[in-house]
Structure formats: C-alpha cells, structure tokens
C-alpha cells in the first residue's frame, strides 16, 4: 500500500529522532476510521478501510512512502525536570497535506517499543485509544485547536497495566508535534545547532510565509507566535470547562494544539479548583491554574531559546522576557472576549472583567453546571432576579435583540461535551464487551455540539451521583 506522505521531520539530524518501524500486533480490527478526515488529508477512506490499511495502521506493515520513527525531547514534568523522554509509544509515518498545501503528521501511537520507551512495553490499553478519539475529534466539533483522530484500531493483543487489558493503537493528526520539551532536550545539551534547525522546521511548517527568517528574528518570532497561540487555547478551554490534566511541557505543543488526551475531562458542576488527574495530589494542573502553568511552561520555551535570541546574555534575556511577559494580557483578552460572547455581552465595558467573575462566583456557590448552566442562559431559561450577578447581567441585556443574542449564545454555548461519564460507558461498552455501538453514538451527537438534536438528551444531562467520575488516569 502506498500513501501520498513527505519526510520532512526525517530530514532534520539523526540526533532529533530514533528511525524504526511499529512492531506487528497479533490480530487487528478497526473500531473506527474517520473518513472526513482522510479526504481533507487526501487519503482515500476505502485504502484506509481495507486489509492493507488495517496492516499499516496497526503496524503491521510500513507503507511505501512512509518513514517511521520516532521523537525525541526532554521536559518538566509536575515542575520537575525529568530530562530525556521522548516518544515512548508512538511512531511518526510521515506527514500528508491537503489542498492548500497545510501538512499534518500522521502518528499511531501504541505502536510499540521505542529507544526512549525508558522501560515501558510502547503499547497502549484500548480505553486511552477511545478516550482520546472521543475527546479530540469532540474538541475539534468545539472549535478547539486540537490533534485529531484518523483512526482507532484493537491490536488483538492484552497489555498488563492493573491487569490484563486489550490492547490498542490510535492514529493521531497533528500540525506538529514539536513540543515546549523538544526545545528544551536541545537546550540541555547546548546544541544551538540544533535548535536553529529546529526553529526553522516549525516556522515552515506552521508559518510557512516566515520561512527564511535567521535568528535571532526567527526565534524571537517562533516563541511569539507559539505565546500567541497558547494564549488562545487556554482561553478557549477555560471558557468551555475544560482542564488539561497534565499541563507538563512535553506536553505542549508548539503548534498551539491541544495534544496528550490523558486524565482531561471537561468539569460537571462548576469549581475553579476542580483536579481530576490521579496524578495530581497537589492539584498544580487544576482548571484555574492553567494559564499561570501555561505562562511558566512558556518560559521554559523562552528559556530553551535564550542562545539565538542574542549573543549579548542580558540582550536575549531581556528580549525573551517581553515575549512571554505578553502571555498575561493576551490571554486576559482572549478569556474576556470569549466568555463576553457566551454571556451575550454585545459591548465590550471595562466592568465585564468583575462581572464574568460574579457570574461564575454564581456558578460556583451550589456547583451548577457549566455546560448547562450557559446554556440555559442562552435560552433565557434562567430566573435572573435571583442573584446580584445576574440582575446585573439581564441590565447589560436590555430590553431588545433577545432572538439577536440568543442566537449567537447557541453558537459558543454547546448542548453536549463529552462528558466523563459518559466517555466511561463509551469506554467500558468497548473494553469489557467489545461494543463500540456506545462509541459511535457518541461520536456522533459529540459531532454537534451546538445543535439541540432529537433523542440526544442522555447526552446533555450531568451524571447521576453513582456515575460522577472523580478521577481520570493517564494511559500509560
């Protein structure tokens, strides 16, 4: 079988990457191909769904045009240096483009042992594969800038972790998946070499129109960009409930995506310190931390790069402090823009910061529903004389433009998210019963989120207290 994919992250030095094909798995089946996907990458759905795409995407056989391997890169992780890591269980094929020419890495993960695997069996249990197609391809429907589901197979095979699970392996699609930690294992080794040619690969790849720049314009540009884009996402996240999980700086992507479907899950009813990774006993990742984790994660960037911002020391220090010292006003403005339009905040005032914080103070005395709550505002569902914050809300809303307002409250203020438990039920129709109807289904609703839909409501309701899921787990 042959797929339309470029090298170019194997055409950076050997020192970036380990090259090796998946291992074999004893007997695949898919459980999911996401057709739309592959014919934005022009990839043919049927090659994909067949015998011989099957054998590629589990890793039993290594497509002509396609050179695997596997990437390296360093981190912190819970704020603590870990040093060398790198791509454990995941295996680059090679990158495809779309139309208008914007390429994406095409990624199993779960494919095997790898050089930087550090003792783990490079595999993944089926339950992370579900996870993470549900959770990506739901952020995706959100209007998140997230990796992506190609594909999800069943290996055929157990993995121990608690015990015995059937294995999987999951097709990830991502701008790039160049990290903060990338960076940062080039850094370490003080291979500024390395680093320009680093550099230089993520602006052709993500701003193609900069390509060319030489430092310390290129890198000054590159860790602007990605503060820019940081920015963004943790907005946007915030504004829908999201937390991360694991906000580790292997775990940020350069592109500005959001990558590592681990213990995330978006929050039921509404507390600013809410933690659902197991992990996190100190609660360092929680909802309301993720933009101080995020600007300190951006340092580490800046840090990493401090060698091609200037020869001068005090120079490249001072010029990477003003780049990442952005992050706070850029992100404020972000936040407040993105929950103004889901409060239906026409215009802007310099008192919606305190009135923002009023609302969600609001939401968070009994622990109302995120979701449900903006929505219910959205459809004027919701006594506003109850409460100070909302009185003061329904005054900025006047009296006029109540259909006008509405409507683009629906567009930000989703129906359905994958909530956790019932990704669980998704996840434990596939483990223990090798159903995937769940899956589907939830696949499907999750594709609209911002569409009231017919013999959805299951999907829309909060969990019943025997099904509120307290922690998430990371899938290795």
Not at 157 to 168: C, D, N, T
Request: aromatic residues 8%.
């Amino acid at each position: 079988m042959r797929l339309p994919l470029t090298a170019q992250y194997s055409s950076l030095p050997d020192g970036f990457y380990a090259a090796l094909a998946p291992t074999p798995v004893k007997e695949p089946s898919f459980i999911a191909v996401n057709d739309a996907l592959a014919e934005v990458l022009q990839l043919n759905p049927a090659d994909l769904r067949s015998s011989a795409g099957l054998d590629v995407l589990s890793g039993n056989a290594v497509a002509e045009g396609s050179t695997p391997l596997s990437m390296v890169y360093s981190g912190h992780q819970f704020g603590h240096w870990s040093g060398q890591l790198g791509d454990g269980r995941a295996i680059l094929l090679g990158e495809a483009a779309t139309k208008d020419g914007t390429v994406y890495d095409i990624q199993l993960k779960g494919a095997g042992r790898t050089p930087y695997s550090r003792g783990g069996d490079g595999r993944s249990a089926l339950g992370p594969v579900i996870r993470e197609y549900v959770m990506s391809e739901a952020m995706h429907a959100l209007g998140v800038p997230t990796t992506r589901a190609l594909a999800g197979v069943r290996t055929g095979e157990m993995v121990v972790r608690e015990g015995l699970l059937p294995g999987g392996i999951f097709t990830r699609v991502a701008r790039s998946h160049v990290r903060v930690g990338t960076f940062q294992h080039f850094a370490a080794q003080k291979n500024n070499d390395a680093l320009s040619a680093l550099v230089a690969f993520c602006i052709k790849r993500l701003d193609p129109s900069e390509a060319g720049l030489e430092s310390p314009e290129a890198a000054a540009f590159l860790l602007r960009r990605t503060v820019e884009r940081q920015a963004h996402l943790i907005a946007t996240w915030m504004s829908l409930g999201f937390i991360h999980g694991v906000m580790n700086t292997d775990n940020m992507a350069i592109s500005g995506e959001t990558i590592d479907y681990g213990p995330c899950a978006f929050m039921d009813g509404f507390d600013p310190e809410t933690v659902y990774s197991s992990i996190d006993r100190q609660g360092r990742y929680a909802y309301q931390n993720q933009a101080p984790i995020a600007h300190w994660n951006l340092a580490c960037l800046a840090s990493a790069l401090l060698p091609l911002l200037s020869e001068d020391e005090d120079t490249a220090v001072s010029t990477a402090q003003e780049i990442v010292d952005g992050f706070g006003g850029l992100f404020k403005a972000a936040y407040l823009e993105a929950f103004r339009v889901k409060l239906g905040l026409k215009d802007p005032s310099e008192d919606d910061e305190s009135l923002i914080a009023a609302v969600l103070g609001w939401m968070a005395q009994d622990l109302r529903d995120f979701t449900n709550t903006f929505r219910a505002l959205s459809h004027n569902a919701i006594d506003m004389t109850q409460d100070d914050a909302l009185k003061t809300l329904a005054q900025r809303w006047g009296e006029g433009g109540v259909l006008e307002r509405r409507a683009a409250m629906l567009k930000v203020n989703p129906a359905y998210i994958p909530r956790n438990h019932q990704v669980e039920k998704a996840i434990r129709a596939s483990v223990d019963e090798a159903d995937d109807g769940p899956f589907h289904a939830l696949n499907t609703v999750l594709s609209r989120p911002y569409e009231t839909q017919d013999g959805a409501e299951i999907y829309a309701q909060p969990p019943l207290p025997n099904e509120i899921v307290h922690q998430t787990f990371c899938g290795t």
